[in-house]
């Protein structure tokens, strides 16, 4: 079978060694003797595998003791309503940088529990081509937070580590597309959280890294208990019945990205693999990269020909070489290119030969 490549933006190619592990270890571990799929979350098999993926989740992000880590289930959207519900506690008021759908989806969970959300800069006027801009004035002694997406899945930008919004007050960040991808400072933050289904492993576990002084001053009583951080805290990660695949599979991609050299190494392949789908794209007079040079997400390169229909066809037509999952997202079209951890500089090659060859019969 001739290779292919996937390029969807989530759930997200995981490890050849870490898909070869699973099915290994799927039927039966030896450790447990029977499938990791019917091991019971109260097990000390499966409490050992928790305390080894925070530990090295840690390790890689260099999270200190005063944050705590933790596993949970229903995704980055979840946690659009239990970051508001849980710290939006004060002012019950809450700033967004407005960076695209994700961003929007966080103001508009917060709305709806009876919080104030307000946009403080928006680039949705320009496509979200651009990163919005913390303004100058801005008072974080008026909100409880603010609220950031570091990487913007569907539009293609990124706060990295040196563009982040600077505030004396507290950031939150819904680093869910590009969590290892990139090194970030966690000390910045007061609270990140990620859904696993890109760089950290199949769908089902979200990670939340909370800072736990700023979670001891929060009044929570009229929170229910499965929303409450500190419950979840508490019984690590084993408050109620735990994504146990998820969590043992995200175990097994931490330990990739360890044995790869870490984040470090992550991101020096990442730079090269975006910077080689940009450079050919910047130079073709046939697509176009729209987002800002500076805001480029190295997960998510988004580009057009400029007629989606024929981006469409275009997209239909490199399934039949084995890149899959070009689609741009349904709300802006286009393509897009997911290029995760565990994407290889192979696909990204097989990628440009491919768009090389319709350019070509297109000029």
């Known amino acids: 079978m001739a290779k292919t490549y996937n390029f969807s933006a989530g759930p997200g190619v995981l490890p050849d060694e870490v898909i070869t ?8 571990n030896e450790h447990t003797h029977m499938s990791i ?4 979350h109260r097990s000390a098999q499966f409490q050992a595998i928790v305390t080894e993926a925070e ?5 890689l992000m260099a999270i200190p003791e005063d944050y705590a880590v933790i596993f949970l289930q229903g995704g980055g959207s979840t946690q659009f309503e239990m970051i508001p519900l849980n710290f939006a506690t004060n002012q019950s008021h809450i700033a967004i940088l407005d960076s695209g759908n994700f961003a929007a989806k966080a103001s508009e969970a917060a709305e709806m529990l009876g919080k104030q959300a307000t946009v403080l800069n928006s680039t949705k006027g320009i496509n979200y081509q651009k990163l919005p801009i913390l303004p100058e004035h801005f008072d974080p002694e008026l909100y409880d937070y603010l609220h950031i997406v570091t990487n913007n899945t569907i539009e293609g930008t990124t706060f990295h580590q040196d563009n982040l919004p600077s505030t004396t007050g507290r950031l939150v960040a819904d680093m869910s597309s590009n969590i290892l991808a990139e090194p970030y400072d966690i000390n910045v933050f007061d609270a990140v959280f990620a859904g696993g ?12 890294i909370i800072k736990k002084d700023w979670l001891a001053q929060q009044d929570v009583r009229h929170v229910g208990p499965m929303m409450r951080y500190q419950n979840h805290i508490d019984k690590q990660s084993m408050y109620n019945t735990s994504p ?17 050299g870490g984040v470090t190494e992550m991101h020096r392949r990442n730079l090269a693999k975006a910077h080689k789908l940009y450079a050919f794209l910047d130079q073709s007079d046939f697509y176009t ?22 981006d469409k066809m275009i997209a239909k037509r490199a399934e039949s070489e084995g890149l899959f999952n070009l689609n741009g997202h349904r709300s802006v079209g286009g393509f897009r290119a997911s ?21 070509k019969e297109q000029v």
């Open 21 to 28: 592990q699973i099915k290994q270890e799927f039927e039966r």
């Open 37 to 40: 799929i019917e091991i019971s």
């Open 55 to 59: 530990q090295k989740l840690r390790e």
């Open 197 to 208: 289904q890109k760089n950290l492993g199949p769908a089902g576990v979200t990670v939340a």
């Open 244 to 260: 146990v695949f998820s969590i043992y599979a995200l175990n097994l991609v931490l330990d990739w990205v360890v044995a790869q």
């Open 289 to 310: 990269a729209p987002v800002e040079t500076t805001a480029r997400s190295l997960t998510n390169v988004v580009f057009t020909t400029g007629d989606l229909t024929r």
């Open 339 to 359: 290029l995760y951890n565990a994407q290889s500089m192979a696909a990204v090659d097989a990628l440009i030969t491919f768009l090389k060859k319709v350019e």
